[in-house]
């Protein structure tokens, strides 16, 4: 009778740790990250150009909202940006990605933007692999300027590192700008 009783409590409790068990790998849970295909992480470094067409007939900067008052810093100013990346720093240097995403004006006291953008890139192995950036440009006022990778796909699964953008060249007539980008990341 008792050994009965121990052989149920057994199963009972059994069947409670399976369950348990059970709902929380079905939602978490360690895993190894060989099974994921991650190797050494390394650290990369990329050198590209971005050019920042605002004017003539085929802008790839678009100002989607206006500034919220006439402030000399454009403050609350949002544009949406498709922009090419190129190895050179001239227009028809060969394009390895774009820039996806907006700058929005930030600060009413200087020019400084929130920078939101995907470095979407197609060449070689890292076609089809993005980086996300997401931080502070304060406009011309820094001659460097750093901004945060916080993340990407692919190639870049896990990445982390920081872009640091300089100005190559800006056309007052058009607005038009071409910045250096040097992003250093740690990825796998
Ligand atoms: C307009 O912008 C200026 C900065 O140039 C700021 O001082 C002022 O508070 C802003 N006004 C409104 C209503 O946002
Ligand atoms: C990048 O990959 C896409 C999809 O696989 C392909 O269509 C495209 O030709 C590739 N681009 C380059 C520059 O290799």
Redesign the pocket.
Known sequence: MASKLIIFFLTVASFTTISVLGEEQGFGSPLDRKLVGLKKEKLSHFRFYFHDIVGGQNPTAVQVVPP??K???L?GQITMIDNPLTLGPKSSSKTVGKAQGFYASAA??EIAFLMVMNFAFIEGKYNGSTLSILGRNNGGSSRVREMPVIGGTRLFRFARGYAEVTTHSYDPKTNDAVLEYNVYVFHY
Do not use: H, I
């Open positions: 919220s008052n402030s000399a810093t403050f009413q006291q």
